[in-house]
């Protein structure tokens, strides 16, 4: 949280999110000496453009607040339904009791996989939700949090697609998509290349890299079309970016998935 002072004055703030496409007017700031204040909340690492552009009204401050605050949240708890990709090498379907990081599980189809996964579960509303979800025209609004998310999402709630999150804050708003009982939410997940690369390196090699790591030459297999002479390689690159014993990285759903009630 920060006070923001800005060499602006009679003017109306408007916030302006680059992320989410939300331009909204700020009712809370104090004009002063030709400079405007205005207390401003972030989420980590996250930014803001604030926009002077129209006559600010007579009094010298606005009530109201520039953000709403999120009551605390209802853990989405017990297993979920986690599908991979068999053609990246991970499991058709597997049943995950908690979350947990792919890069920490004892299955290497899952510790290095690198791509997409879709997590299910079927929930009921907490009952502090429920009067919300029956008159969603209160101006209160219903969000479902993520998190921790390695490395971005994509969130369906009973067939509605709710957007994209890759950053903090990640959450979206399902006030709309909610019903009291058996909400079926769907979460697709993606990671980075590197786990893959790094699961590879398990294997033999079929090409030769030069020690700082450069493709000496194309490999004959390739070069032919042939089967690569280590089939269980699933990637090719033309440099050798990571050995066996690189660090994997974080991956998954890593939560808690928890829905939260804005507090106006």
């Known amino acids: 949280e920060a006070n923001a002072t800005f060499r602006v004055g009679g003017k109306q703030p408007e916030l302006w999110d680059a992320v989410t496409g939300e331009i909204r007017v700020l009712s809370q700031f104090t004009p002063k000496n030709g400079l405007t204040s205005i207390p401003l909340r972030f989420e980590p690492h996250q930014s803001f453009f604030l926009i002077f552009r129209r006559p600010a009204g007579k009094a010298a401050s606005r009530a109201g607040q520039n953000f709403s605050t999120l009551a605390e949240g209802s853990v989405l708890s017990g297993p979920w339904e986690v599908s991979f990709d068999p053609k990246w090498g991970g499991p058709d379907k597997i049943i995950q009791e908690d979350l947990d990081d792919w890069s920490r599980s004892p299955e290497t189809g899952i510790k290095y996989y690198s791509g997409a996964a879709v997590y299910r579960k079927t929930f009921d509303l907490p009952e502090s939700a429920k009067a919300l979800s029956e008159t969603p025209s209160n101006g209160a609004r219903v969000w479902l949090d993520l998190g921790i998310v390695k490395n971005i ?74 089967p690569r002479p280590s089939p269980r390689r699933l990637t090719f690159a033309t440099w050798k970016h990571f050995t066996k014993d690189s660090p994997l990285l974080p991956s998954g759903l890593l939560g808690p998935v928890t829905i939260q009630i804005e507090i106006q």
């Open 153 to 226: 999402a994509r969130v369906r709630l009973n067939g509605h697609e709710l957007g994209i999150v890759w950053c903090d804050p990640w959450r979206v708003d399902v006030t709309a998509a909610l019903t009291p009982k058996g909400n079926a939410l769907e979460v697709q997940v993606a990671n980075l290349w590197p786990n893959r690369l790094i699961g590879d390196e398990q294997e033999p090699a079929d090409a030769e890299y030069g020690k700082d790591g450069n493709l000496i030459r194309w490999p004959e297999w390739l070069t032919k079309g042939e």
